[in-house]
């Protein structure tokens, strides 16, 4: 058994490895060289897994940690800031291509009335996973078109919420839909304020308590048991799993420790969410697609045209210009997993026959394939607009500088810098300096720094400047070295102790080293001096001399004679 589930391991990992690099490198995106890798190892082609329910399984926590970090990405202020596009476009959307879209399936496809009134809507959701994915690889989450896109997601992923609960309220014999909605809907709300509540009061205390154990491992195993243990109790109590992930992202999302929780959560997010899309590439079924290519093609043509025709006006009367107002109708024309999810639930409830269930996969895969042509036409509408660049609130993450360490060097830096009116933003592993530099308003939190993920969350690929204030020398070296490969054009200002440290620091491609033995000297010999009655001039003249010949021999890589002596 175990050697089995091996050998499907080797079988993914490979196809992975082969198809998403050719796919990227025709500018396609990853997301469907995951589907095709999935589709030719699946049972439709080459027939080498076949236990495609249980790895669905296993990639389903993909979504789920998807969903966390958009959750985490997004603070609460940012959500209501939003208002306007989640809830006033995202709705719109929802209920005008859901009932488009139900109507067709009702009036020409002979779908009955039930099951029209669910396809419809699920329909309607697009994919966020792949919509997420293909955006920030366009680096266009910032634009109009993208933040515009990213809202409507939003919403979309909430209405999974009604959605999920409408298909039992289908399968009664005596159908009140509006009360019964109604009723589930306010049940929603209680819920949710009550997760919210108790993760308030809960998840930031537990958090700063395992941090306080500077246990890696045992952070990670916390960070990945606040997702799993969420979206568990989310599902039990009638959400899904992935509604449950995004609250406690959203819970985190102004916590002082986000920035590694992320950085622990996006390697599994990474694979397990390649896995998914490899799993909804198994389940496609050729056969449909080769015995009426014309039926295939055609639905999914209408598909999209639908949720065109009901966007782009839509998108046109909030605000966009037309060329933008298309740009988020074409990108978002697709269907996404959260149907698929839908679908197989009513299916499973024989509220979807299988016949139609498979052509609704079809129809939803197919959907997503064409996704990459539709999202690269709709970044060159959005760029022939010349759309601007919505700022991030969040001042931390665009700070010019970026801390390592804030300790009592880093600390006195910080309040030099809020002095002078620079942002900045920290990063230390201690949790008790974290707390307490938070509790003075300073942008601190919580993180390894010698971790590439949590450097990129707090924004160092935008940074000009990196000051390292570690107190660690080999966790200095470490990170200068990894910091100048990973970002050529920053300047590196770090903390050394002796003259041989910043001499090899230098050597490791830092902009510039200070050594604190000698500015400690040097104010020690200035106070000595100043006593026994030297005239400041003279003072000045003897130590800016020592100071200039000492970083000088930095400067130029001249090593003393006897380095190891010198301090």
Not at 340 to 361: G, H, Y
Not at 458 to 477: F, K, Y
Request: aromatic share 8%.
């Amino acid at each position: 058994m175990i050697s089995t589930y091996l050998i499907d391991i080797i079988v993914l990992l490979l196809a992975a490895v082969i198809a998403v690099p050719f796919f990227q490198a025709i500018r396609l995106g990853a997301v469907p060289g995951f589907l095709i890798a999935g589709m030719i190892v699946g049972p439709s082609a080459l027939g080498l897994i076949n236990n495609i329910s249980e790895i669905g399984h296993l990639a389903d926590i993909g979504v789920v940690l998807l969903l966390f970090v958009i959750g985490i990405e997004l603070k609460p202020s940012h959500l209501w800031q939003m208002r306007r596009l989640v809830f006033g476009l995202g709705s719109l959307q929802i209920l005008l291509t859901g009932f488009l879209l139900g109507a067709v399936g009702y009036v020409f496809f002979a779908i009955p009335l039930r099951t029209a009134i669910l396809v419809g809507p699920a329909l309607a959701l697009s994919s966020t996973a792949f919509v997420l994915q293909l955006l920030t690889e366009q680096k266009s989450l910032t634009s109009v078109y993208g933040r515009t896109s990213f809202s409507v997601l939003l919403l979309q992923d909430l209405a999974v919420v009604p959605l999920l609960a409408l298909v039992p309220l289908l399968l009664m014999p005596d159908l009140s839909i509006g009360e019964d909605i109604g009723v589930a809907l306010l049940q929603s709300l209680l819920v949710l304020g009550l997760v919210v509540l108790s993760g308030r009061y809960f998840l930031h205390p537990i958090l700063h308590r395992v941090a306080l154990a500077q246990n890696p491992e045992v952070f990670t195993a916390s960070a990945v048991l606040i997702v799993l243990g969420t979206a568990l109790i989310a599902e039990h109590i009638g959400f899904s799993m992935a509604m449950g992930a995004f609250l406690a992202g959203l819970l985190i999302s102004d916590s002082a420790y986000k920035h590694q929780v992320m950085a622990e959560i996006q390697p599994f997010r990474g694979l397990l969410l390649g896995l998914f899309f490899m799993s909804m590439g198994m389940s496609l079924k050729l056969s449909l697609v080769i015995a009426n290519p014309m039926l295939s093609f055609g639905i999914v043509s209408l598909l999209i045209v639908i949720k065109i025709v009901a966007l782009v006006p839509l998108a046109y009367l909030f605000g966009l210009k037309v060329k933008n107002s298309l740009a988020v109708a074409l990108v978002l024309a697709q269907s996404g997993e959260f149907a698929l999810v839908l679908f197989s639930l009513a299916n499973r409830s024989r509220l979807i026959a299988d016949e139609l269930f498979q052509q609704l996969l079809l129809v939803v895969l197919l959907s997503m394939l064409l996704t990459p042509i539709l999202a690269y036409f709709a970044r060159r509408l959005a760029k022939s607009e010349q759309s601007r660049k919505i700022e991030n609130t969040e001042k931390p993450v665009e700070a010019p500088i970026v801390l390592a360490g804030f300790g009592r060097v880093g600390h006195r830096i910080g309040e030099i810098l809020s002095i002078s009116g620079y942002a900045f933003v920290a990063l230390d592993s201690n949790a008790l300096i974290v707390e307490s530099g938070r509790a003075e308003g300073h942008p601190v939190f919580y993180g390894d720094v010698r971790n590439p993920e949590v450097l990129k969350s707090v924004g160092a690929d935008h940074a000009r400047v990196m000051i390292v204030t570690l107190n660690d020398p080999e966790a200095s070296e470490h990170l200068v070295a990894s910091l100048r490969t990973a970002h050529p054009e920053i300047k590196i200002f770090v903390r050394g102790h002796s003259l041989t440290q910043c001499l090899e620091l230098r050597g490791m491609g830092a902009t510039g080293a200070v050594s604190e033995y000698v500015e400690v000297s040097i104010e020690l010999a200035r106070m000595a001096l100043e006593n026994v009655g030297v005239s400041k001039r003279e003072r000045n003249t003897v130590l800016g001399g020592f100071r200039r010949k000492y970083y000088a021999e930095i400067e130029a890589g001249i090593k003393l004679e006897k380095p190891k002596d010198v301090k």
